[in-house]
DNA sequence: CAAGCTATTGAAAGCATTTTCAAATAACTT
DNA sequence: AAGTTATTTGAAAATGCTTTCAATAGCTTG
């Protein structure tokens, strides 16, 4: 029942530890009758090295540590994926957090990750404070930040350009005389919302004019549902923007139990494509980012960091795609 | 910039390793002033306990391994914050791995679990095969399958019965004289769809029927959509039961684009219930399956598990609840 | 054939903990 | 005050690997 070690490999194979480990590391000084030896008695014994205490002996994991806000979001899956997917392909684990809101809950999450000495961390949250970031630092431990524009210069990110993408889409929409926009906040991903309405803001202000129309709303879907019917008290036109795919629901479902036509009365657009927003009647036109392309690219990053292979440019800025749908009229 | 560790603590504190240590781990042997003596040093060093050598010395990591086929699904997401959470409250690291078609990547994920020496692994997955699980065993591993009905006896699982609960629906269905009724397959979830079909037939053979209505459909929601449409051209009532969300939305749009009334002549039914069930319109009667539960109870009998209180039942059967929304006219 | 290389191998130290066992100290007893 | 017991502490071994440095063996070369 107990464990084979690398003592009982080189026991069988006759040899010390030391050319055991050679083998299991592919070093190319060990003669080939040798490695074959012990080869053979890896393979008897089904010894499997033990990554522990190579962590320890090498002072590295090859684990990295993942934190994200909550598992629920569709797109967030999609990041795991790209994530998980060149984890594998560089022999790197994932150990995933997620965070709460709270500065308690951030705080016992940095604890545990310096603790499991993880070789860096990836950090998609809104939540991760100021204060993690500097402890983490502080415990020189490289982290990858996706999804959020960075806020300190030293730190890498990958990103889109959310700002932008709203400020092109107003840009036009108020080309087309509508300005009526408004933005709604999602509290779970409140920076971003917050982004979005800078974005907004800065596509009126270049035109001259003023923009006020961020509406704040409480977390879940019944909320966003009441909100927006009281909205569309005053606004019978105009285009709202969401940032997920179930608020933009709401909105629709709000604006079909009003009587407002989508999209001849009221445009909808949600920022994060998903499959649902093609999966819906009426499909809800929105930007598709690439979520799987964010987590792969920043997990590719971090790996960078720690062969350092030094990282050309610390901030990765990814291009996303409007796609105008059923929910809007113009293009 | 080197890492501190117990000896600059001992150091610092003037006692030996052996009291940090026992210190950190909360041993009550240890007079008072010297306790307090080495908290002050700790605090000022800010000294964090290498878990890798910890777990070294200790033989467990306090992480365990979790396998999912991909993130990407709603209720998986939900799944795993329930898993996260249970996990945080016990003090345990999720470990993630994602497996994908193919023997050799789930060979590969074995590897690595074991190579990592989690303390157990929990899996939810259709294409673990019989051999992982032999092999996890062999090395004596913990497991907990989650949401399958365990195959062997010896495996502990958390699961729903997906065949009492298409059994009882179509029970029912047949009750209302509607015996045209399909079960969609979903290839990422194959076992769970086989599941369903089983629970269909069961009904009809226990009402004297046979049944033969298991639509095999290519993954994609296009393929999907193109399947239900051809299945519409001999089959204008009744009731379709698929297993994912966004299957069903593409029964939906299939139907409305065929002008088949839904519920009016055609009944849909989803088995996992998400938000998007009731965010799209029609709503989609589905079964509300205690996703969140499912990783919590899992995650719970693994840390019993662990700590060797005996598992009670082996099997942890979890509740479901149908919710009969806007695509049934029966309830 | 001695000297000098090179290709292989092994001994031992190091990585950061825990834990056992014995020693030291403290606290009682008589 | 000496003996006994209970409470605290520390030394050292153990956990399973990597890696440096030295040693050995096998060649080559002058």
């Known amino acids: 029942m107990k464990r084979v070690t690398i003592y009982d490999v080189a026991r069988e194979a006759n040899v010390s530890l030391a050319t055991v480990s050679r083998v299991i590391n592919g070093s190319d000084v060990v003669k080939e009758a040798t490695r074959n030896k012990v080869q053979d008695a890896i393979t008897k014994l089904g010894y499997k090295p033990n990554a522990i205490a190579q962590g320890l002996a090498l002072q590295r ?10 598992a629920s979001f569709t797109y967030i899956g999609q990041i795991i994926n790209g994530l998980l997917d060149v984890a594998k392909i560089y022999n790197y684990n994932v150990m ?3 965070i709460t809101e709270g500065i308690t809950d951030a705080e016992k999450i940095v604890d545990v990750i310096i603790k499991s000495r993880v070789d860096g961390v990836i950090v998609y949250s809104d939540k991760m404070m100021e204060d993690s970031i500097t402890t983490l630092n502080s415990y020189n431990i490289p982290i990858v930040m996706i999804a959020n524009k960075a806020s300190g210069e030293s730190l890498c990110s990958v990103y889109i350009d959310i700002a932008k993408a709203i400020r092109e889409l107003c840009n036009r929409y108020i080309g087309y005389g509508v300005t009526d926009i408004a933005v709604l906040e999602d509290r779970k991903n409140r920076n971003s919302s917050r982004l979005m309405a800078h974005g907004a803001k800065q596509a009126f202000e270049a035109n001259g ?47 079909r139990e009003n009587g407002i036509a989508v ?32 987590g792969a690219v920043s997990m590719r990053v971090m790996t960078k960091m720690l062969e350092n292979d030094r990282v050309t440019d610390k901030e990765k800025c990814l291009s996303y795609l409007y796609t105008a749908r059923q929910t809007t009229k113009h293009h």
């Open 61 to 70: 994991t090859t684990t990295i540590g993942l934190i994200i806000p909550e």
């Open 96 to 98: 995933l957090h997620t």
């Open 209 to 255: 004019l003023s923009w006020n129309n961020y509406i704040e709303i409480p977390n879940e879907y019944r909320s966003t549902y009441r909100f927006v019917r009281k909205y569309f008290e005053d606004h019978r036109h105009g285009l709202v923007i969401a940032y997920r795919d179930s608020q933009a629901m709401a909105v629709l479902n709000s604006a």
């Open 263 to 294: 999209p001849d009365d009221m445009e909808v657009v949600c920022f994060v494509d998903t499959k649902y927003n093609s999966a819906v009647r009426p499909m809800i036109s929105s930007f598709s980012i690439p979520s799987y392309d964010l």
